[in-house]
């Protein structure tokens, strides 16, 4: 789930709770009830007076409402009126379901759970069935609106958060020993933990602590690839890859807490590659924004190899991915590799307010780095490195990089602030046809018809390919004076 729809759903459901609160055991009127509104009103009740008597035995409010019964409070949950053969049971808030409890357990900043927030749902989803009883006083209500500190009511007591995040690290670190006998019978690690499942080494996967906890956390632990959105609690993000291209010998392993978790700040920048780009050198730069995550595990096993830190952050392609996607795939790595170097432009010109004269001065600046050739897999005379080239040079994965400045209105003397970025795919009688040679060598056509063209354009094409498969540009009126 990304992060700004968590925050909003989090902030609706707060609203709603506050609105909710500030009438305690609020039912309809007695004629409005159907039969099975009534009985699971009973219950609801029930349940609400037995988590009163869990309080005033133990001090705190349960944690969850199946302690009630794991603590001898409740036997089983009430009957469900709604789903005939069914128990009530405990769902997780902003989700409905008939018959369902929602429960909130909360601290007002102590180290127990002192309040809660109990809810039924009726067997309607018209919002009219959803009936509440709380531990709030009218003046605990008052305070927490106008101090403005709506967040309390979500918010766990440190110790039982701590508690829980112990529980998935250490599903962490039991699926991180998985890995290890994966590898010890297969001599690589596995694609994606999933295959763990699949062939044996996992059971069955491993409850979620924070499950019924949080707005996003699911039943089970969740297996995942994608470091960016790993934002709900109780995720597993895992990202393997090879460093000689034949086989899957390191990997990386992160566990996600909840809201309250006290995270790692791992990553530099918002995106995927940068930030393992940051994660890898020695001197990791810090932006102060925590990534969700509270553990980090790497390879220290019997695949580990120190030195592919340094190869991963120039070899990203790796990642994921073994030989045979390797060489079957150089236009797509290229075409990613490219994307890179796009990004590494951006950042230059969010530093400088222009664009550098070369992509040399990209690498010489610490902006990115030169990375390996897909093409040379297959292409006996590709070089090694994807580096610029000429315009009208073709090098199987070379890079054509254009800077101009823009000859028209408020643009004229700014610098280079625009440019055209080609790359050369795997043969010059392939790709695009995107210039044509003039008597001062080969030019790039100029393509914005509402443009005059800057110095060093071409007015037209020569009808033959070029080799060039991508152009990414950075079009003038896409730019802020």
Known sequence: MKLDGFLLKLFLFILLI??????????????YL????????????????????????????PLRLSDLITEKYLAEFPINPYKPGEKMKQIPFCEFYPGGLVYLPY???????????????????????????????????DQIIKSGERWKIVKLPQSIVKSLDSMMKQIALDIQSKLEEYFEEEGEYPVDLKTLKEGGYLEEYPDNPYYLLSSTAQEKVEFT????????????TYYPYSI???????????????????????????????????LL??????????????????NEGKGGNPAGYTFLKEHPEYILHDATWLKGQPDYRARDQLFQIQISLARYYFDNGVYPPNLDVLVEQGYCYWLLNPYADTIPNAPKWMKPVKPGEFTPGGIVYLPYTPTWGDWQGKGLVAYELLLLGSALDSGMDVGSETPDGW?????????????????????????????????????ED
């Open 107 to 141: 601290s007002l900043g102590g180290e127990s759970i002192d309040n809660f927030v109990l809810g039924l749902l009726g067997g309607k989803s018209t919002g009219d069935e959803l009936r509440i009883a709380t531990s709030f006083t009218e003046d605990q209500i």
């Open 225 to 236: 690839a994608d470091i960016d959105n790993a934002m709900s609690g109780g995720i597993l």
């Open 18 to 31: 506050l609105f909710l609160i500030s009438y305690p055991q609020s039912y309809p009127q007695a004629q």
């Open 244 to 278: 000689d291209g034949k086989q899957l010998r390191d990997y990386f392993l992160g566990a996600t807490g909840i809201r309250e978790s006290e995270r790692l700040d791992l990553f530099y920048a918002l995106t995927r590659w940068d930030g393992l780009y940051e």
């Open 34 to 61: 159907t039969p099975e509104d009534e009985l699971a009103i009973s219950g609801f009740e029930q349940v609400a007076t037995e988590i009163e008597h869990y309080f005033g035995d133990k001090g705190f409010y």
């Open 281 to 298: 050198p020695e001197n990791v730069k810090s932006d102060e924004r925590k990534e969700g995550y509270i553990i980090w595990l790497k």
């Open 443 to 479: 030019k790039y056509h100029w393509q914005w018809d509402n443009y005059p063209a800057p110095l060093g354009f071409a007015p037209g094409f020569d009808g033959k390919p070029d080799g060039v498969i991508l152009i990414l540009s950075s079009r003038p009126e896409n730019h």
